[in-house]
């Protein structure tokens, strides 16, 4: 073996370094200021410890802050190890679990000894954090035996990190990290050389709920703890005003106040419409019939409920079934002592998509390669199994409803139906104000279909991408590993709505694993039987997200032609009464959704009353504008008023009041 390791720089350069040598090491031979900056490192292109020695031959590329994502990731699984050390401080015989990093902080579950915790004991906690933090504690990296982590772990009183040790993989290299010599956890890492790297004033804990051990209702309720983390107080300073910004938008807290919906007990997960609400709904599906009648899809409604081997054999029953709604099918017993139930052939299950459905009626009849594309849609009612306390809002119900399409197609034509559809998207998301980020998702660990299929299918997603002109770093282009489905990669759609905030929406999967499993065929120009391809899209993902994203985006002012109630005709004295019912009647008759206040009520009550339900316009009429037939216009969130004839009041309403596609 060598007495040097050849370490590959990002600007080509290599240096041959002794063994024992680090990261660190390399960032001060380069010079001071990046010796001060370094916080971590890439090793091959994983995240490593800058003070870990390198191992063999390698490619190093250092860590700074300015490398945001990455820095981010490290200090926030530091901040996490350290909340853990501060609770165990302050309260000894406090067990420990898991703590990892989140989108946006940290969290941290813990066993306590005597009682749960609390958010009276935040304030504590992050003051013994920074205490440690103060400490400038090193944060030591070594490798373990099962037995030793083992038998540490049931020395210290610590049963469900002993558990988790004897579950890992056999040839998993079990490592902890010390903080200084007084405090250690187990963990894969990494982490920064100090605890001292992090900024005290950069992080804040949040709240604290309960959490089951490793998500099992059967197992002991936890303590999780949750924190924000950045690099700076700048950072977490901004970071507290989008929470403060997003509480003001909550869709639930917004549905509430506008009168759009309600959820409640009765039915975990489905969502209770109001008037209000539904007009926003129905809207949206209008919009969204005339975008797939004029991209030449045909219209399908399928069952709810479908046999068991059905999905068995779509292959959706064995690797869903758990988040399936699963009903017997009754058979009448001959002597009439009540339904017989025998075996998995007599299971029946609410669709939790409606892929198979859509192959099912593709099916029927002959299809020839001139039928092809067939562009199936489906405004389709799904059911899913998700656990009550994942549920949150319009953002992840149990039942919802897709705007869910499926494209059947020759190999020849994927990449243009592909590019089709990236056209079609955008045009639709635009309508809607957002900009967006599109990121290919490839093959998972576990999937069906072979090597040279999926390495087709990402090309031709990858393909159709770039051909739009949409594979840029203006778009987020991005491409990631392991996060497709198990039967299809994916081309998602990240949304970015009004406080910086992305969600995940839009798809477009092109499988070729489904169509063969079901036995899909059409007729080619050869008279033999051929697969067509599968492109599953969807473009608001589901009715109910998107509405809740939406009203987050716009804070519930939403553009005239969705808000339910589009204009209000007030009156300040009831001497104008007949003029506003007259004046509510044509607008009306125009095509706006509108209603009239007559009540002995000042017109500043009125005015701030209808702002609260975030009606756009309110038309005031008094007594000189209904001997003049004008109205005066006040539009949301604005002071000023508008004087118009009722006429070109109207017109101007009606303009407004047009979705964007017919304008």
């Not at 779509?314 to 017989?340: A, C, L, Q």
Request: charged share 25%.
């Amino acid at each position: 073996m060598s007495d040097l390791f050849k370490i590959s720089l990002p600007d080509g350069s290599v240096r041959e370094v002794a063994h024992g040598t680090t990261p660190a090491d390399i960032a001060a031979a380069i010079g001071p200021g990046l010796a001060k900056a370094a916080i971590g490192a890439r090793v091959d292109g994983e995240m490593f410890d800058i003070m870990r020695p390198f191992e063999g031959d390698a490619a190093l590329a250092l860590i700074t802050a300015r490398d945001e994502a990455d820095a981010l990731e490290l200090v926030r699984h530091d901040f996490a190890h350290v909340l853990a050390e501060a609770v165990q401080a302050l309260f000894p015989g406090t067990q420990i679990t898991f703590g990892p990093s989140t989108d946006d902080g940290f969290y941290y579950d813990f066993a306590p000894q005597e009682r749960a915790f609390t958010e009276d004991d935040l304030p504590a906690i992050e003051e013994a954090m920074r205490a440690i933090i103060a400490a400038d504690k090193p944060l030591r990296r070594e490798v373990w035996t099962r037995a030793d982590l083992i038998a540490r772990w049931q020395e210290q009183g610590e049963t469900f990190k002993a558990e988790w040790a004897a579950e890992l993989p056999e040839d998993e290299e079990l490592t902890v990290y010390w903080s200084g010599s007084d405090w250690l956890d187990m963990c894969k890492g990494p982490h920064l050389a100090s605890t001292g790297k992090l900024d005290p004033a950069a992080f804040k804990l949040t709240r604290v709920s309960g959490a089951y051990w490793r998500g099992d209702q059967s197992k002991a309720m936890l303590s999780r703890v949750y924190g924000t983390g950045w690099l700076s107080k700048k950072q977490l300073d901004a970071h507290l005003v989008r929470l403060e910004e997003a509480a003001k938008r909550d869709h639930r807290k917004l549905g509430a106040e506008m009168d759009l919906f309600h959820l409640q007990q009765e039915a975990h997960g489905s969502v209770f419409w109001h008037p209000k609400g539904f007009r926003i709904y129905r809207e949206l599906e209008a919009y969204m019939r005339r975008a797939i009648d004029g991209a030449g899809y045909r219209e399908v409604k399928t069952p709810q409920v479908m046999d068991a081997r059905q999905w068995e054999q779509s292959g959706h029953w064995g690797k869903y079934r758990e988040n399936m709604f699963v009903i017997p099918d009754e058979v009448p017993n001959t002597e009439d002592e009540g339904p017989v139930i025998s075996g998995e052939a007599d299971w029946m299950a609410l669709k939790p998509m409606n892929c198979p459905a859509h192959v099912l009626i593709f099916r029927q009849g002959l299809k020839s390669y001139r039928d092809l594309p067939l562009r199936l849609y489906e405004n389709g009612c799904c059911h899913r199994n998700e656990p009550h306390g994942a549920l949150h809002g319009l953002m992840r119900v149990r039942q919802f409803t897709q705007d869910d399409a499926h494209i059947f197609c020759r190999e020849d034509q994927i990449v243009s139906e592909a590019r089709a559809f990236c056209a079609l998207a955008d045009r639709i998301y635009r309508d809607f104000g957002f900009t967006y980020a599109i990121k290919l998702a490839l093959r998972p660990e576990k999937r069906f279909g072979s090597e040279e299929m999926w390495d087709q299918a990402e090309a031709e997603l990858r393909a159709a991408v770039v051909e739009a002109g949409l594979a840029t770093a203006q778009y987020g282009w991005e491409e990631l590993p392991g996060e497709g489905a198990f039967y299809a990669p994916k081309l998602e759609w990240h949304l970015t709505d009004a406080i910086g905030r992305t969600w995940q929406v839009g798809t477009l999967q092109s499988d070729r694993v489904l169509p063969e499993r079901l036995d899909a065929a059409y007729v080619g120009e050869d008279g033999d039987k051929h697969r067509p391809v599968m492109l599953h899209r969807a473009i608001f993902g589901s009715y109910e997200r998107f509405i809740g994203i939406l009203i987050e985006h716009y804070a519930g002012k939403l553009p005239t032609w969705l808000a339910p109630v589009q204009a209000v005709v007030a009156t300040i004295v009831s001497d104008a009464d007949g003029y506003a019912l007259a004046a509510t009647e044509q607008l009306r008759a125009a095509g706006i959704r509108v209603e009239s206040d007559l009540r002995n009520e000042k017109i500043n009550y009125k005015v701030r009353e209808h702002s609260l339900q975030k009606v756009p316009f309110l038309l005031v009429v008094g007594k000189r504008e209904a001997e003049e037939g004008t109205v005066a216009i006040r539009v949301l969130g604005e002071q000023a008023q508008k004087f118009m004839p009722l006429d070109a009041a109207i017109a101007f309403l009606r303009g407004e009041a047009t979705p964007p596609d017919l304008r």
